[in-house]
């Protein structure tokens, strides 16, 4: 048995895994892991990786209490030749799949996401130090139960 920040990052996961995005995009497999860390070597491809981030529980009344659930999305990847071609590519990725978990609801667990962000957009100190894309999309889920 799953916790449910863990069934909640793998409906995210599957949701991505199963949307069909531009041409032109990278091919990658969504993976659910706790830290995007992949050898230099073989961030020539996408990686996209699913994180469970943060629970945040409220109170709504004496007795219930509405959850939410942040997700992270890592996308990464570092190019072998023209990098404002791939950076443009992967940004445009980044922004499908902000869509996509926007106009999505999650089946199970039954959720439904009320906020999705991306900070950083990309990461300048990644561009720096590796020559790699890396940007992080937040998605915040309400479950219902």
């Not at 995009?25 to 699913?50: C, I, N, Q, W």
Request: contains cysteine.
């Amino acid at each position: 048995m799953s916790s449910q920040i863990i069934l909640v990052a793998e409906a995210v996961k599957d949701v991505i895994n199963a949307a069909t995005f531009s041409t032109g995009s990278p091919t990658f497999t969504a993976t659910r892991g706790y830290v995007p860390m992949f050898e230099l070597k073989d961030m020539e491809t996408a990686h996209v990786t699913v994180i469970p981030r943060e629970i945040a529980i409220v109170n709504t009344s004496r007795d219930q209490a509405g959850e939410t659930y942040s997700i992270d999305i890592a996308v990464q990847q570092r190019p072998d030749g023209e990098t404002n071609a791939l950076f443009d590519v992967l940004s445009l990725l980044v922004e499908e799949i902000t869509d996509l978990l926007q106009r999505t609801r999650l089946a199970s667990p039954s959720a439904m996401c009320t906020a999705v962000g991306v900070n950083p957009i990309y990461s300048p100190e990644h561009i720096r130090n590796w020559m790699q894309f890396t940007s992080v999309i937040t998605a915040e889920y309400k479950l219902f139960r």
